[in-house]
């Protein structure tokens, strides 16, 4: 039997705008948050080919960092 992974609840905004002006996303992973927030977002990016995106697990607490190149894809922590 395979088991659906929980939605998690994530505040995510780019890393050059203020925290207010986060939006909630509805994922199962950090990772898969911030894919969304790109994918509905791209026009975020403040310029050049990378995105810094901050996300914020509203139950939870935590918080991590990513960059991600707006051309391939690929993401990394910051840092």
Avoid: K, Q, W, Y
Wanted: overall charge negative; charged content about 20%; proline content about 3%.
């Amino acid at each position: 039997m395979t088991t659906t992974p929980m939605l998690r609840s994530f505040r995510i905004h780019a890393g050059h705008v203020d925290r207010h002006h986060a939006v909630l996303v509805e994922e199962t992973s950090f990772e898969t948050a911030v894919i969304a927030f790109v994918e509905d977002h791209p026009s975020a990016a403040e310029t050049g080919d990378e995105m810094r995106v901050i996300v914020h697990d509203v139950a939870s607490g935590h918080e991590h960092c990513f960059m991600v190149d707006l051309s391939t894809g690929e993401t990394s922590s910051c840092g």
